[in-house]
């Protein structure tokens, strides 16, 4: 069964310290992405890779960074984060197509 | 800019009913519609995708598809208690292409 972890689930930090929350599958699924979610929003993609090394911009990335340096992680970098970052995140790996998209248990992200 | 809509709710039934959850995308080019139920706290999970027009039947939920109309619902027949979330509708175009995921409908089965 396909498994996602993400670190750390809850995370309370100050404005401008960069952060990662990390995202590891323990399956071999090219298809991964960051969605952040927030009330009266909904999940919104960040960035989705749909394999090593390649990565492209969903709706709402400005602020965040992601790398794809092999296949089973899958980081989310702040380089300086700020309050309108704090958000429920959630990684998801995808299958065959991309399709399908098993999401992780959460970070939920505060920024003072 | 895709956009996915979908009336907030909460949308409220009695239990034993059946409880209908609507769905509306912008992008004609959209290929791939999925349905994910999120219990409060909890991460999405995938209830039924579709790909083709018509009706996809799997157990007590059934998703129908009209890309002519842009529209793709949820029916849970014989809804129970344990339905209550909020249900999230879903597109995508071809594989790499982003994902859009509407607001969500909460769904409250009373008992």
């Known amino acids: 069964e396909a498994q996602v972890t993400q670190n750390p689930r809850y995370l309370i930090t100050v404005t401008g310290k960069k952060l990662t929350v990390t995202c590891s599958q323990n399956?071999?699924?090219?298809?991964m992405s960051w969605y952040r979610q927030d009330p009266g929003l909904g999940l919104r993609q960040i960035y989705y890779s749909m394999n090593v090394e390649v990565t492209d911009k969903g709706d709402v990335p400005e602020g965040y960074k992601v790398s794809r340096k092999e296949k089973r992680n899958f980081p989310l970098i702040l380089e300086s984060p700020s309050p309108n970052q704090t958000s429920l995140y959630f990684c998801?790996?995808?299958?065959?197509?991309?399709?399908?998209?098993?999401f992780g248990p959460g970070t939920r992200l505060t920024v003072l | 800019q895709k956009e996915v809509e979908q009336n907030s709710g909460p949308l409220s039934v009695p239990e034993g009913a059946i409880a209908s959850l609507n769905c509306t995308y912008s992008d004609r080019g959209s290929q791939s519609f999925f349905w994910y139920r999120q219990y409060s706290g909890k991460s999405p999970e995938l209830i039924m995708f579709i790909y083709s027009n018509g009706d996809k039947e799997d157990g007590r939920f059934t998703a129908q598809l009209n890309k002519a109309s842009q529209y793709v619902s949820l029916l849970i027949r014989d809804s129970q208690p344990s339905d209550s979330a909020t249900y999230l509708c879903?597109?995508?175009?071809?594989?790499?292409?982003?994902?859009?995921f509407g607001p969500g409908t909460r769904l409250s089965v009373l008992p």
């Open positions: 998801a790996l995808g299958g065959s197509r991309g399709n399908e998209q098993f």
């Open positions: 879903a597109v995508n175009g071809d594989y790499g292409q982003n994902f859009v």
């Open positions: 399956m071999n699924h090219e298809y």
